[in-house]
T-cell receptor
Framework: KQEVTQIPAALSVPEGENLVLNCSFT??????LQWFRQDPGKGLTSLLL?????REQTSGRLNASLDKSSGRSTLYIAASQPGDSATYLC????????????FGKGTHLIIQP | GAGVSQSPSNKVTEKGKDVELRCDPI?????LYWYRQSLGQGLEFLIY????????KSGLPSDRFSAERTGGSVSTLTIQRTQQEDSAVYLC????????????FGPGTRLLVL
């Protein structure tokens, strides 16, 4: 059974710093990996999706990498801003739709002004 | 519509009552997913639909849970004889198809069973 782990569980950094969030998964037979952010009391917002054949995806100040063989992904946030404060969730999709997405428990990020 | 919508946004019910949660996916999205987010449990996949068909219902927590989708659009998740452990946020997502496209999530329904 696929398991997804996110480290750290919580992170607090001053504004302007670059930071890395980590995600690991136990079964490398994935179709893709998706990063989301969740604001308090809100749904999930998709940030980046990396197909299994890809190594990284970039969107603005965000860069996500995928090392499928080692079961790892990182989300890099450059020049962090207070508006980046949220919970960041990593999820893997193993294909076929039967299992949906398997989520990690998230990293709760606080950017101090 | 522009995004996935869910109703109601909040629901408070008494133990033993039935509740019905609604999801309206993005127009044209054939795949629809239901998830549950419980405090301390993270996000848990419940069921998906490809069109009106749900091929695998094994993710539903118990036989008190059922889901249907009609016309390839709106879906309802029904919980019969609610229990306190059913309290959670129920999230719906849709994607163009089940072949691994981006899933777009609705705002969720926050269910509290007293």
């Amino acid at each position: 059974k696929q398991e997804v782990t996110q480290i750290p569980a919580a992170l607090s950094v001053p504004e302007g710093e670059n930071l890395v969030l980590n995600c690991s998964f136990t079964d490398s037979a994935i179709y893709n990996l998706q990063w989301f952010r969740q604001d308090p009391g809100k749904g999930l917002t998709s940030l980046l999706l990396i197909q299994s054949s890809q190594r990284e995806q970039t969107s603005g100040r965000l860069n996500a990498s995928l090392d499928k063989s080692s079961g790892r992904s990182t989300l890099y946030i450059a020049a962090s801003q207070p508006g980046d404060s949220a919970t960041y969730l990593c999820a893997v999709y193993s294909g076929g739709g039967a299992d949906g997405l398997t989520f990690g428990k998230g990293t709760h990020l606080i950017i101090q002004p | 519509g522009a995004g996935v919508s869910q109703s109601p946004s909040n629901k408070v019910t008494e133990k033993g009552k039935d509740v019905e949660l609604r999801c309206d996916p993005i127009s044209g999205h054939t795949a629809l997913y239901w998830y549950r987010q419980s405090l301390g449990q993270g996000l848990e996949f419940l069921i998906y639909f490809q069109g009106n068909s749900a091929p695998d219902k094994s993710g539903l927590p118990s036989d008190r849970f059922s889901a249907e989708r009609t016309g390839g659009s709106v879906s309802t998740l029904t919980i019969q004889r609610t229990q306190q452990e059913d309290s959670a946020v129920y999230l719906c997502a849709s994607s163009l198809d089940v072949q691994g496209g981006t899933q777009y999530f609705g705002p969720g329904t926050r269910l509290l069973v007293l």
